[in-house]
T-cell receptor, first 115, second 117 residues
Framework: NAGVMQNPRHLVRRRGQEARLRCSPMKGHSHVYWYRQLPEEGLKFMVYLQKENIIDESGMPKERFSAEFPKEGPSILRIQQVVRGDSAAYFC?????????????FGNGTRLTVT | AQTVTQSQPEMSVQEAETVTLSCTYDTSESNYYLFWYKQPPSRQMILVIRQEAYKQQNATENRFSVNFQKAAKSFSLKISDSQLGDTAMYFCAFMNDSGGGADGLTFGKGTHLIIQP
């Protein structure tokens, strides 16, 4: 059973460009979470999605950031007009469709560098 | 909002020693879950151990065990017979029992554990 797959592993963008980060959850998992890790920090929650629905986006910056999890295909985290402060590691996690404190399985992350 | 505090930014021990990483948290919830994740230099987030707050018995996974003190809101990780491969960042994390984890995980800032040969 393949784990959570994230790509690309590394992404370099110039200021003002768009960054698209992809996440394929584990087989059978329909819940996806995105986290951001700044240097020397723990992971910070950004958004929680189920198929075709955003459940909780309270951790997402209000501007330039968006996320989707379509019926078919991977979840996408999109950052428009990137700035240097967006440089970080972005992690995706997935969990299966049951409640009561599911265990999140993480991907290896995408390191975004904005030059 | 929940907070998770790890007061030890870095720890270093000799191989084969036992080491304890501390974690405290703050919540008004009565049902929740606590986790320890390991992040080696490869950056992968690896689940080490998980504890349900309604269980009094401390979780154990091979060389890893926790000391869960619910009243004190403390959740420390003990690593016995430490190995070089245990060198990594260790993150303590909290999740509400909200029937689906809508709040996701709240992480501490991490402890950098170094195992010396």
């Amino acid at each position: 059973n393949a784990g959570v797959m994230q790509n690309p592993r590394h992404l370099v963008r110039r200021r003002g460009q768009e960054a698209r980060l992809r996440c394929s959850p584990m087989k059978g998992h329909s819940h996806v979470y995105w986290y951001r890790q700044l240097p020397e920090e723990g992971l910070k929650f950004m958004v929680y999605l189920q198929k075709e629905n955003i459940i909780d986006e309270s951790g997402m910056p209000k501007e330039r950031f968006s996320a989707e999890f379509p019926k078919e295909g991977p979840s996408i985290l999109r950052i428009q007009q990137v700035v240097r402060g967006d440089s970080a590691a972005y992690f995706c996690a997935s969990s299966p469709r049951y409640g009561r404190g599911p265990t999140l399985h993480f991907g290896n992350g995408t390191r975004l560098t904005v030059t | 909002a929940q907070t998770v505090t790890q007061s030890q930014p870095e720890m270093s021990v000799q191989e084969a020693e036992t080491v304890t990483l501390s974690c405290t948290y703050d919540t008004s919830e009565s049902n929740y879950y606590l986790f320890w994740y390991k992040q080696p230099p490869s950056r992968q987030m690896i689940l080490v151990i998980r504890q349900e707050a309604y269980k009094q018995q401390n979780a154990t996974e091979n060389r890893f065990s926790v000391n869960f003190q619910k009243a004190a809101k403390s959740f420390s990780l003990k690593i016995s017979d430490s190995q070089l491969g245990d060198t990594a960042m260790y993150f303590c994390a909290f999740m509400n029992d909200s029937g689906g984890g809508a709040d996701g995980l709240t992480f501490g800032k991490g402890t950098h554990l170094i195992i010396q040969p």
